[in-house]
């Protein structure tokens, strides 16, 4: 089993990129997938999470309007779309997954996961 977390790189302000979380070995459009990011001297925040076979989808205040997460079942990978990107959107992202079910409000705590993609780094230059 494994994650995979690309789409990562260096943009400027306002720019967009979308990050991509190909999974191996188990299907995840059954798994319930969260993206987060840490920047440098801080914490893991959660950005966004998406319930398994297109459930409800949540967001982190910070990115609401400004982040889409989405599913391709057929590709069997989560993206997520960023778009007006700010500085303070620089971090490493990383995906998670979780195969069993939980409240959506669980998927915003990194602890709920069971896999985890090794990061992609997004810089944003002002």
């Known amino acids: 089993v494994q994650l995979q977390a690309s789409g990562g790189g260096l943009v400027q302000a306002g720019g967009s990129l979308r990050l991509s979380c190909a999974a191996s070995?188990?299907?995840?459009?059954?798994?319930?997938i969260g993206w987060f990011r840490q920047a440098p001297g801080k914490g893991r925040e959660g950005v966004s999470c998406?319930?398994?076979?297109?459930?409800?989808?949540s967001y982190a205040d910070s990115v609401k309007g400004q982040f889409t997460i989405s599913r391709d079942n057929a590709k069997n990978i989560v993206y997520l779309q960023m778009n007006s990107l700010k500085s303070e959107d620089t971090a490493v992202y990383y995906c998670?997954?979780?195969?069993?079910?939980?409240?959506?409000?669980?998927?915003?705590?990194?602890?709920?996961?069971?896999?985890w993609g090794q990061g992609t780094q997004v810089t944003v230059s002002s």
């Open positions: 070995g188990f299907a995840l459009d059954r798994s319930f």
């Open positions: 998670a997954a979780r195969r069993s079910a939980v409240v959506l409000s669980a998927l915003r705590n990194f602890r709920s996961y069971d896999y």
């Open positions: 998406i319930s398994s076979s297109g459930g409800p989808t």
